[in-house]
């Protein structure tokens, strides 16, 4: 059930990716870039590690942006 809730929130933010133009592009750092992937937005997945009911969401979201940014970087 867990695993699920972190899947549901990884391909939400998915979405963001799906919205852009080109779809994938190696080049171009999504951090930033998408409105899920904001520095107000990855805040608020933080604050959502708070609360217990959220927390497995927000690592989901969390271990997204960190995928992302490794392809910034790299
Ligand atoms: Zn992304």
Redesign the pocket.
């Known amino acids: 059930m867990q695993v699920y809730l972190i899947l549901i929130a990884t391909m939400l933010?998915?979405l963001?990716?799906l919205l852009a133009t080109p779809v994938f592009d190696p080049n171009r750092c999504?951090i930033n870039f998408?409105p899920l992937?904001s520095y107000d937005a990855i805040g608020c997945y933080f604050i959502l590690l708070i609360p217990k009911k959220s927390r497995i969401l927000a690592i989901g979201l969390l271990i997204?942006?960190i995928a992302?940014s490794i392809d910034c970087y790299l």
Do not use: L
């Open positions: 933010v998915d963001d990716h999504s998408h992937h997204h942006i992302d």
